[in-house]
């Protein structure tokens, strides 16, 4: 499924549905939001999309709270839940999703290393935290943002088809 076929599918079904997403991201630097809005009618359906990779506007902006921050990291999936529901909060939406991980080339640990991706999605039924490790030899941070954005998409069309 190419980009745009993901934007048009999500896009329909959150039409289908009646409901809005919104989202907050790090690491793939706002290329959920691009990816939603690429179809035509995504005014309809996305309302905010922010995009941060300063921890003291993610707690400003969403309220994620500064001792998860300090506790997990920015990159965790307490990090990544907090983000989801935080967005999903300020923007009024049905949905919010969040992004945090390290896109490379530096910045990487033992523990962390490049490619770390935790997805979150939130709804009024709860919130859903994937852990992504993208280290496809040769990837380089756009794939690697690339991939990490196109799956947690595909993670809300999961989720919305199994609404039904």
């Known amino acids: 499924m190419t980009q745009f076929q993901l934007s048009a599918a999500l896009v329909a079904a959150l039409k289908e549905r009646g409901l809005k997403i919104a989202s907050v991201e790090s690491c793939t630097a706002g290329l959920i939001s691009k990816i939603i ?3 035509p009618g995504a005014s ?3 309302d905010l ?5 300063s921890n003291e506007m993610k707690t400003a902006m969403v309220g994620v709270p500064k001792e998860v921050l ?3 990291g920015a990159v965790s ?3 990544a839940r907090a ?3 935080g967005i999903r909060r300020v923007s009024g939406a049905d949905i919010g999703v969040s992004s945090t991980g390290i896109a490379g080339p530096g910045g990487g640990s033992p523990e962390k290393p490049v490619g770390l991706v935790y997805t979150a999605v939130s709804t009024v039924k709860g919130t859903q935290v994937k852990r992504l490790l993208i280290d496809k030899p040769g990837a380089d941070r756009d794939y690697i943002r690339n991939a990490a954005a196109e799956a947690i998409l595909l993670n809300v069309l999961e989720l919305l088809s199994g609404n039904d």
Do not use: V
């Not at 999309?49 to 990779?53: E, K, L, N, Q, V």
């Open 49 to 53: 999309g922010i995009t941060t990779y």
């Open 44 to 46: 309809e359906i996305f």
């Open 37 to 39: 809005t690429d179809a």
């Open 70 to 72: 300090d506790m997990y």
């Open 77 to 79: 999936p307490e990090t």
């Open 83 to 85: 983000m989801a529901d």
